[in-house]
């Protein structure tokens, strides 16, 4: 068996137990029952991923910063060019983005991970090279990469998640790729059935004829026949960044670690481990909602209600970190909260 295999056959659903000990547990808190709202549907996911009530602390956190380029970046989809992709890898990797000062802000380590970069880049601390092509061919034109391309990328972020989880309790996706809004956008079609009208939006920041043209490649990509398998879905209009972001949502939930998503680009990536194993998205939280319209409807689709709503457009991983004190708040309030009887508090009538 391949190690995609392997990791969607050892991913179970959440502990239904230990959630409905959370549950009980939570209505027990010296708090009105449900005051915590969405926080209460978190504090029991966690325990639900730990299969134990109450759920460990979900740290030390780690964000990995997926980085790939894109063949599609010829279509003229974005004003910037595409070598900016290596020079924000090094970037992260002398911790000069925003993904590190909201990293440093909350004690969170950054990886970054070369999974599909045009240009190599030199060593340095936390910089892992795990390149399996640099950078995809134009999905505009035909499939943006071959098949075991595309298995071979989501193996790399398996492993990554792997390693992160052997030394941490929170996992936090990130990414960078210039275009890479574009493949998530028609990946968010080819899942969902969404119109490359409504998913499509303006990345970076485009102009009205940037965006029609963004529409039209979209529209042309789909057109294409192709196969449902959602490798191949993935190979023909996905990113490598999309790739390994899939797999690191399987391989943490294979190593029941809970995972943050990020972005659009996350929220599509989502899609693919959704479609290869539902019960991965058991053990993820959407961080946030992005400016981009295909991430809401991408979460809708996985059913994944988002914690925050900043109308951030960024991608790195930023707005996943800004999740995580919510996520560490919830587990914190259900393992130390005191219940009515033991801290002598009367409850209702
Ligand atoms: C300087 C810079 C830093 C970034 N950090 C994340 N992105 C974000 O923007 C890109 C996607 O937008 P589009 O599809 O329009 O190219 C990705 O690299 C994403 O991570 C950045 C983009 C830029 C320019
Ligand atoms: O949703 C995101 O994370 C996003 C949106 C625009 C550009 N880069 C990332």
């Known amino acids: 068996m391949s190690l995609l295999d392997d990791t969607i056959a050892a991913i179970a659903p959440r502990d239904a137990g230990a959630e409905r000990a959370a549950r009980e547990r939570l209505d ?91 240009t190599p880049s030199a060593p340095a601390p936390g910089f892992l090279d795990r390149n399996v092509r640099r950078g995809t061919a134009d999905l505009a034109e035909g499939p943006a990469m071959t098949r075991d391309e595309a298995r071979r990328a989501v193996e790399v972020g398996i492993e990554v998640a792997r ?7 929170c996992l936090v996706t990130g990414d960078m790729g210039i275009t890479n809004t ?15 009208d409504g998913a499509t939006g303006r990345g970076t ?32 209009l996905g990113g490598l960044e999309h790739a390994a972001l899939a797999g690191f949502v399987l391989g943490a939930a294979a190593a029941r670690v809970p995972v943050v998503l990020d972005g659009v680009i996350a929220g599509s990536a989502a899609l693919v481990a959704a479609a290869l194993c539902p019960a991965a998205l058991e053990h993820a939280f959407a961080g946030h909602v992005s400016a981009e319209p295909g991430h809401a409807l991408a979460l809708r689709h996985l059913g994944l209600r988002p914690l925050l709503g900043l109308d951030l457009r960024l991608g790195e991983g930023t707005g996943a ?10 587990a914190r309030a259900l393992a130390d909260v005191a219940t009515f009887d033991s801290a002598g508090v009367t409850e209702k009538a």
């Open 163 to 169: 390693e992160l989880a052997a030394d941490h309790g």
């Open 205 to 236: 920041g485009i102009d009205d004829p940037t965006l029609a043209r963004k529409v039209e490649v979209v529209t042309r990509a789909l057109a294409r026949d192709r196969s449902t398998d959602p490798l191949d879905v993935l190979a023909e």
């Open 321 to 330: 970190l800004l999740a995580v004190p919510l996520v560490t708040a919830a």
């Open 182 to 196: 574009t493949a998530s956008a028609a990946l968010i079609c080819a899942f969902t059935g969404a119109t490359p």
């Open 28 to 118: 027990r808190m010296t708090k009105p029952p449900g005051s915590l709202g969405v926080l209460e549907d978190v504090a029991a996911q966690l325990a639900g991923t730990a299969g134990v009530c109450p759920a460990p602390l979900p740290g030390p956190t780690a964000v990995a910063v997926f980085a790939g380029d894109h063949g599609v970046h010829a279509q003229g989809v974005t004003p910037w060019p595409q070598e900016v992709t290596a020079q924000m890898v090094a970037n992260f990797a002398a911790g000069g983005a925003v993904v590190n000062a909201f990293a440093a802000s909350l004690g969170a380590d950054v990886v970054v991970v070369d999974v599909g970069v045009a």
